[in-house]
């Protein structure tokens, strides 16, 4: 992500989220947070308002953070966002993060559905965290990411990520 790609990451953004990170926020997150990195999806990276999915992870030695993933509303279930949570992890593990967590809302089971597939479990919850409804949060985690166990797995549902997209091409 660039600063070029806020104003499309920001429509996404506000299709997808009660509440929007202000657009201030992220640029400094771009330009002044060295733990921070962040990325875009595009079908076609010649159109630059084609923008399909972003996702962020900080990253602070051995833990990060996965601070934020989203999908254009049109694509969803098209798996842009499996794919984008595939590199997150792998740019974790690179730089070295052994655990990764995130907060979201009690009532996404979408979202929570995607983690569980790649190893996050649920170790606790925020009370009232989103201050739009006061809904809590849940906060879930996945450890050992630079194990083998956890690494077989990232690769196994990789694979079968490329092969739907071999067989399903966009
Ligand atoms: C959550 C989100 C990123 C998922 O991205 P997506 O591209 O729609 O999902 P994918 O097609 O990649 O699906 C991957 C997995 O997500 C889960 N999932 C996706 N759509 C689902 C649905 N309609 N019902 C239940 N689970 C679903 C499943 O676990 C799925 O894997 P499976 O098909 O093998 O079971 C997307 O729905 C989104 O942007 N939501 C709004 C923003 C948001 O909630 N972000 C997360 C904040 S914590």
Known sequence: MT???IRSVMRIEALSFATSW?????????????????????????????????GG???ILEDS??????????????????EMLVHLLHQAIER?????????RESNVIAQSLYRKYG??????????????????????A???RGDLYRSRLAHLEAQLLQRSVNHPD
């Open 65 to 82: 953070h996965v601070t934020t993933i989203a999908v254009h509303p049109d694509r969803r279930g098209q798996r842009y966002g499996e």
């Open 22 to 54: 202000p657009p201030s926020a992220l640029a400094s997150e771009l330009s002044d947070n060295k733990l921070a990195h962040y990325f875009v999806g595009r079908i076609d990276d010649a159109l630059p308002d084609e923008m399909v999915v972003y």
């Open 96 to 104: 070295g993060a052994s655990w990764i967590t995130l907060e979201a």
């Open 120 to 141: 996050f479990t649920i170790v606790s919850t925020r009370r009232a965290y989103y201050s739009d409804n006061g809904e809590n949060a849940v906060v879930m985690w």
């Open 3 to 5: 600063p070029n790609d």
């Open 57 to 59: 992870i900080w990253v």
């Open 143 to 145: 450890g050992n990411l």
